[in-house]
Every structure is written in structure tokens, then in C-alpha cells.
């Protein structure tokens, strides 16, 4: 049997895995960014937020069709864990008010928490 020996020494081929030596690579930054423009971004996060809450209420409030299949969703995967976990039958109707209940006042704090006025209380 014939031992194969590689010309290069061990050394030589570390080096090549080094980022520093393999050229450019994904480690490697093409531009440094310009802080400015993350406090636009920022603000364009907010926005965002604000819009996709303010969404959200509308649909919360119409209970649109979307809603309505996540509520019932909800309600059957909760109607089927009830009995197995031995707790006293509850009535589909209140999961679902206690539900749309819930998810109005977490999107209504969201909100809150998106508006610039609350924000500069804050910084």
C-alpha cells in the first residue's frame, strides 16, 4: 500500500482557511453604513408598527372573515385540550368573546407602545 504525501506542509493549508487570507468572503464588509439613516429607519419601524396596529383593530372590530377563522381556530384547538387536561367545560361562544377581547388589548397596547409621544417619554 502506497502513502500518498501532500507537497504542501500543514501550515500552508491553515493558512488558506484563515478569512484574513482566503480574499473576500461573507465575513468580510463591503461598506461601513452610515449611522444617519438608522434613526429614519427608526421611524419607519414605528410607522409600520402604528399601520399594521391600526389594521389589525379595524379587522379586530369588524371581525372580518379572517378573524372569525382564526377565532374558531383557536376555540376548537382549546375545546379539544379542555377535557384532557380534566377542567370544566367552558362555552364556545365566551372563548371566543374572551379571545377577540384579548387580541384587542394586546394590538391596542401595541400601539400605544408605537407612538412617538410615549417613545420620547422613554429616551
Not at 85 to 98: K, Q, S
Amino acid at each position: 500500500m502506497q502513502k500518498f504525501i501532500s507537497s504542501h506542509s500543514n501550515a500552508d493549508s491553515r493558512d488558506r482557511m484563515r478569512p484574513e487570507r482566503a480574499g473576500n468572503d461573507v465575513n468580510t464588509p463591503n461598506k461601513v453604513r452610515d449611522p444617519q439613516p438608522f434613526s429614519k429607519h427608526t421611524k419607519d419601524c414605528l410607522k409600520f408598527c402604528r399601520r399594521l396596529s391600526n389594521i389589525m383593530l379595524s379587522q379586530l372590530k369588524r371581525q372580518s372573515k379572517i378573524i372569525q377563522n382564526v377565532l374558531k381556530l383557536n376555540v376548537g384547538a382549546l375545546a379539544t385540550l379542555i377535557p384532557l387536561l380534566d377542567l370544566t367545560p367552558v362555552n364556545i361562544l365566551n372563548l371566543e368573546i374572551l379571545q377577540l377581547q384579548a387580541l384587542f388589548q394586546v394590538w391596542t397596547t401595541s400601539r400605544r407602545c408605537c407612538l412617538i409621544t410615549k417613545i420620547r417619554k422613554f429616551a
